[in-house]
């Protein structure tokens, strides 16, 4: 109980800051000129080292069988909720999908590199979510009329094992046809579908 309503108050303070990162306006980030000059945006940058200490104080107060099964369970929960509260509900362009790819794959995921040696299998929907929003505006458009189609059903519509084949190519195997769609319909720089 005690352990309950310390752990309760340790997370206001990651809440919040994570709160603050689904809040970045993802579709006005401006380019830069390489993939070279990324950096963490500053509100991932808050809510990592919030992250960090929380895990590090708790790690140090629990023995290790209780905290593996703890920052697992922490990773599942920023995963669901990065995906909903930032992938689903905002919109991206290509400037805005490689900066949230690059505050993911280069900072979250190593942060949980600590604790286990594939720290992306603890993200899956939010990494494939990323790997959907950076494909090639060609690829990403194509895919995105193969899963309509085939979604609704329309006259030129592959099937479900064409679509699901289409989905494999390009890395993504836990997402559904339907949450692929949504996510590809999230980039608002890409010309809208003709079925749509």
Same mark, same amino acid.
């Given at each position: 109980?005690?352990?309950?309503?310390?752990?309760?108050?340790?997370a206001?303070?990651?809440?919040?800051?994570?709160?603050?990162?689904?809040?970045?306006?993802?579709?006005?980030?401006?380019?830069?000129?390489?993939?070279?000059?990324?950096?963490l945006?500053?509100?991932?940058?808050?809510m990592?080292?919030?992250?960090?200490? +929380? %895990?590090? =104080?708790?790690?140090?107060?629990?023995?290790?069988? !209780?905290?593996?099964? &703890?920052?697992?369970r @922490?990773?599942?929960?920023?995963?669901?909720?990065?995906?909903?509260?930032?992938?689903?509900?905002?919109?991206?362009?290509?400037?805005?999908a490689?900066?949230?790819?690059?505050?993911?794959?280069?900072?979250?995921?190593?942060?949980?590199?600590?604790?286990?040696?594939?720290?992306?299998n603890?993200?899956?929907?939010?990494?494939?979510?990323? +790997? %959907?929003? =950076?494909?090639?505006?060609?690829?990403?458009?194509? !895919?995105?009329?193969? &899963?309509?189609?085939? @979604?609704?059903?329309?006259?030129?519509?592959?099937?479900?094992?064409?679509?699901?084949?289409?989905?494999?190519?390009?890395?993504?195997?836990?997402?559904?046809k339907?949450?692929?769609?949504?996510?590809?319909?999230?980039?608002?720089?890409?010309?809208?579908?003709?079925?749509?």
């Amino acid at each position: 109980m005690l352990w309950s309503i310390r752990s309760r108050r340790r997370a206001r303070p990651t809440n919040e800051r994570i709160g603050v990162f689904c809040g970045t306006r993802w579709q006005v980030v401006a380019a830069g000129d390489d993939d070279l000059s990324l950096e963490l945006t500053s509100s991932a940058c808050d809510m990592l080292a919030t992250l960090r200490q +929380q %895990l590090e =104080t708790i790690n140090q107060e629990l023995a290790g069988p !209780l905290f593996h099964p &703890l920052w697992m369970r @922490v990773a599942e929960n920023i995963d669901d909720y990065l995906y909903n509260e930032v992938v689903c509900s905002v919109f991206f362009n290509e400037a805005g999908a490689q900066q949230l790819q690059y505050d993911m794959t280069r900072n979250l995921f190593l942060l949980f590199s600590e604790y286990t040696t594939k720290p992306e299998n603890y993200f899956k929907q939010t990494r494939e979510a990323c +790997q %959907l929003l =950076t494909v090639l505006p060609g690829s990403g458009l194509l !895919l995105r009329e193969v &899963l309509l189609a085939n @979604v609704k059903g329309s006259s030129n519509s592959c099937s479900d094992e064409e679509a699901e084949t289409a989905l494999r190519d390009v890395g993504v195997r836990r997402l559904t046809k339907q949450n692929a769609l949504a996510v590809l319909m999230r980039r608002i720089d890409w010309p809208q579908s003709s079925l749509h």
